[in-house]
């Protein structure tokens, strides 16, 4: 099988009073790149998380939101901060002297000073957390490469369609290239006979001009290679697996292939195919970049 590089996937996962949505989706990247977005007491478990993506993904720009809800009333404490509250009441003693101002301080006054009482949320069990959070990222990491499949499936039957289109041109430029020569070889006898009319014509030169004008427009061995390139990607794709650099090297080669096989036409409907084919290789490189 093989894979396509946009995704998307989401998994939900509660146990107890905690909560963890898991959302991720991905495009076309050459490497793999990862950005995480999830609450910061968890940045933690950043490079756990990102170990464990890679058992999915080997390619794509992936974009990974994580958020967090806990249902559970003791998930926070209030904290008493003595001294700040100790500094408090020394100044306003000390404003009390000075001003020559009733000492009117009392507990309730000074429990509202900023950061006197505190909210403070409990210290969590990591590896608790952790537990519950890989489950997620697992299911949404498999939901995601659930649609990669269904999406690469599509772009296989796509590309070997015009991969077998390709095949056509060829077919077409192999068979039509002999014409070509022969149709040189009668152009050129027609020309002479109507130069030197009644005189004789010397078969050894032209012979020699149409082996000379064969060589030049001989594209034998393009198109076995290009062939040869065609029947190779169609096999990577039936093989599958992460192939979309090597089907990107092939691609490359088929359009060098192609272009020789144009800049050596001297025939129209030759030119037509070649400038055809040229056109199907970039649509299979453009679907390619979207393979994993």
């Not at 998380?49 to 080997?58: D, G, T, V």
């Not at 720009?61 to 700040?84: A, G, P």
């Not at 009117?104 to 990591?126: A, G, K």
């Not at 796509?158 to 020569?181: C, T, W, Y």
Request: glycine residues 4%.
């Amino acid at each position: 099988m093989i894979k396509s590089m946009t995704g998307f996937g989401r998994a939900e996962v509660t146990e107890g009073n905690r909560k963890f949505t898991v959302e991720m989706k991905a495009v076309n990247h050459r490497y793999l790149d990862v950005n995480i977005r999830m609450p910061k007491k968890f940045n933690f478990f950043e490079a756990s998380i990102r170990n464990l993506l890679k058992e999915f993904i080997q390619r794509g720009k992936v974009d990974l939101f994580i958020t967090y809800e806990d249902y559970s009333e003791q998930n926070v404490c209030v904290k008493y901060n003595k001294e700040i509250a100790a500094e408090y009441y020394e100044y306003l003693k000390q404003m009390a002297e000075q001003f020559q101002l009733e000492n009117d301080i009392r507990t309730s006054t000074l429990s509202r000073y900023p950061e006197v009482f505190t909210m403070e949320e409990q210290t969590v069990d990591e590896k608790e957390i952790w537990n519950v959070l890989e489950r997620a990222l697992r299911q949404a990491a498999e939901s995601f490469v659930a649609t990669r499949i269904k999406e690469g499936e599509a772009l296989r039957e796509d590309l070997l369609e015009k991969l077998n289109g390709m095949l056509g041109h060829v077919d077409f430029i192999e068979q039509r290239s002999p014409q070509a020569v022969e149709e040189y070889r009668t152009k050129l006898e027609d020309k002479l006979k109507e130069l030197l009319e009644s005189a004789q014509i010397d078969e050894n030169r032209i012979l020699t001009e149409v082996t000379i004008f064969a060589d030049k427009i001989c594209v034998d061995e393009e198109t076995v290679r290009l062939r040869s390139h065609i029947e190779a990607t169609k096999q990577t794709l039936l093989e599958g697996g992460g192939i979309g650099r090597k089907l990107d090297f092939i691609a490359q080669e088929m359009n060098h292939e192609a272009n020789t096989i144009l800049s050596k036409a001297n025939c129209l409907e030759i030119s037509n195919h070649a400038i055809e084919l040229k056109t199907e290789i970039e649509k299979v490189r453009e679907q390619i970049q979207n393979i994993e």
